[in-house]
């Protein structure tokens, strides 16, 4: 295995972080390295908002389900997927942007997840921690007015930065078996790598959590899968010219 593989299987999310400020420069140097990414049809559909001010920090904490680590991580950035800077080039060459793509609004945010994942493995290889935010989404319309974000930018996540005071274990992933298929899609399950799994997860957490948590992948998702999630998220996205067609 070598030092990058080695790098990205040691990945854990950090959710406490020492007082150690990140270097501005270093954060650029990130930001640069994310960029690099492949980005779909050149698209460079991303806007980083670093977020200083202690107060909009606390607000974005408390608007992502009360996360503390928002709040208290040396660096936050928000991830926005952006047309509009791309749309502008349209009235460039005197042509309007059409708004409500699906196939727009997938390429964007595909581009935020592929940058934004260089961006944190950049950092982990300067033994900095990260944890994306997904909670910024649970009040997407105030966190885009306390950022100011325009027309056809939305919020995809957040990602907070710091050198880690923490040393959980990596969370075990799906055996490689249940995820490459070859050929076709497999319908198949193999019920018995499954329990296998759940099994291992269940440990993970009692081990993790000194026996406070004791839950399975399955329980897991059973709870993620099993009721509507952010069902507001529909409409947030049309009203910012997101709308799906
Ligand atoms: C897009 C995205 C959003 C996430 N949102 C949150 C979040 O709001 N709060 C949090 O504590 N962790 C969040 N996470 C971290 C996941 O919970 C974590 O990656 C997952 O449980 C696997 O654990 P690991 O990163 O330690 O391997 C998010 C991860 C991703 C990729």
């Not at 270093?26 to 001010?53: K, M």
């Not at 928002?70 to 708004?99: I, K, Y």
């Not at 839950?215 to 999630?229: A, F, V, Y």
Request: glycine content about 6%; charged content about 25%; aromatic content about 6%.
């Amino acid at each position: 295995m070598n030092d990058v593989v080695k790098l990205m299987k040691a990945h854990r999310s950090i959710r406490k972080f020492t007082n150690q400020a990140v270097d501005d420069n270093l954060v650029r140097e990130l930001i640069e390295a994310g960029q690099c990414a492949a980005t779909s049809s050149y698209l460079q559909g991303v806007s980083v908002i670093r977020v200083r001010n202690i107060q909009t920090r606390e607000k974005i904490a408390e608007l992502s389900g009360n996360q503390s680590y928002v709040a208290s991580a040396p660096t936050f950035l928000v991830f926005c997927a952006d047309l509009n800077r791309s749309g502008q080039c349209c009235e460039r060459n005197d042509h309007t942007a059409v708004e409500g793509m699906t196939e727009h609004f997938i390429i964007a945010t595909v581009d935020v997840a592929l940058m934004a994942q260089n961006v944190a493995l950049a950092a982990e290889s300067k033994g900095l921690g990260i944890c994306y935010i997904g909670g910024i989404r649970n009040n997407p319309e105030e966190v885009s007015e306390l950022l100011q974000l325009p027309r056809m930018v939305y919020p995809v996540f957040g990602l907070c930065l710091g050198y880690p005071d923490q040393d959980p274990l990596p969370k075990p992933r799906l055996p490689v078996d249940m995820v490459l298929m070859e050929e076709t899609y497999q319908h198949d399950r193999d019920n018995k790598q499954l329990d296998d799994y759940d099994q291992i997860i269940r440990q993970y957490y009692e081990q993790r959590t000194g026996g406070k948590l004791s839950q399975t992948w399955s329980e897991q998702m059973n709870k993620l899968l099993g009721k509507e999630s952010r069902p507001h998220m529909k409409e947030f996205l049309r009203k910012r010219g997101f709308e799906m067609r």
